[in-house]
């Protein structure tokens, strides 16, 4: 069974600060994406990689950056911490030579930035 | 522009009766049309999908969705609710990369 393991459920910072959200995935998927979740919004994509080091922005990356140094771990970056920042992050992967074949997703990373 | 559209917001049913959660696209090309269930303080898990073939799809939990090309909708349907459905449902156009998320329906079944 595919297993998407997001470092921290929770997670409290100050504003300023710079978080690290860690994901790492078990199925060898090429595809991994950053998504953060907010009431009334649904799903936003921040950033995806179909492959190591490789990077491209979703429809927020702003106040985001992304690094993908190993197949299996896909890690997100504040630089800067702030309020409008405090989200559920998820993480989730996929097979990029199976474009039909479903995410599978972390557990999330609730933010909170004070 | 390409959308997927979750009518209602919230959905409530009774134990026992049938559920339905509404989904409608508008996309280029062919769609390719999942669900994905969340449950409270999880991740998005996937239930079912249509690709091309038969409308009727089965899913997971004993659920199943329909693929009306006409209406270009995809309903999500299950004969009968469980309390432990509740939870909150997302319709997806996924072609690669590419995705388009409805904003969620939240699906309440009462005792």
């Known amino acids: 069974d595919v297993k998407v393991t997001q470092s921290s459920r929770y997670l409290v910072k100050r504003t300023g600060e710079k978080v690290f959200l860690e994901c790492v995935q078990d199925?060898?998927?090429?595809?991994m994406f950053w998504y953060r979740q907010d009431p009334g919004l649904g799903l936003r994509l921040i950033y995806f990689?179909?492959?190591?080091?490789?990077?491209e922005k979703g429809d927020i990356p702003e106040g985001y950056s992304v690094s993908r140094e190993k197949k299996e771990r896909f890690s997100l970056i504040l630089e800067s911490a702030s309020t409008n920042q405090t989200s559920m992050y998820l993480c989730?992967?996929?097979?990029?030579?199976?474009?039909?074949?479903?995410?599978?997703f972390g557990n999330g990373t609730r933010l909170t930035v004070t | 522009a390409q959308s997927v559209a979750q009518p209602e917001d919230q959905v409530n049913v009774a134990e026992g009766n049938p559920l339905t959660v509404k989904c409608t696209y508008s996309?280029?090309?062919?769609?390719?049309l999942f669900w994905y269930v969340q449950y409270p303080n999880r991740g998005l898990q996937f239930l079912l999908k249509?690709?091309?073939?038969?409308?009727l799809v089965k899913g997971s939990y004993g659920f199943e969705a329909e693929f009306n090309k006409s209406q270009t909708s995809f309903h999500l349907k299950k004969p009968s609710a469980l309390v432990s459905d509740s939870a909150l449902y997302f319709c997806?156009?996924?072609?690669?990369?590419?995705?388009?998320f409805g904003k969620g329906t939240t699906l309440s079944v009462s005792s």
């Open positions: 996309v280029s090309g062919n769609p390719y």
């Open positions: 997806v156009n996924q072609a690669g990369t590419a995705l388009i």
């Open positions: 989730a992967s996929s097979f990029r030579w199976r474009p039909n074949s479903p995410l599978h």
């Open positions: 199925m060898d998927h090429e595809n």
């Open positions: 249509y690709i091309t073939g038969d409308n």
């Open positions: 990689s179909y492959d190591v080091k490789m990077k």
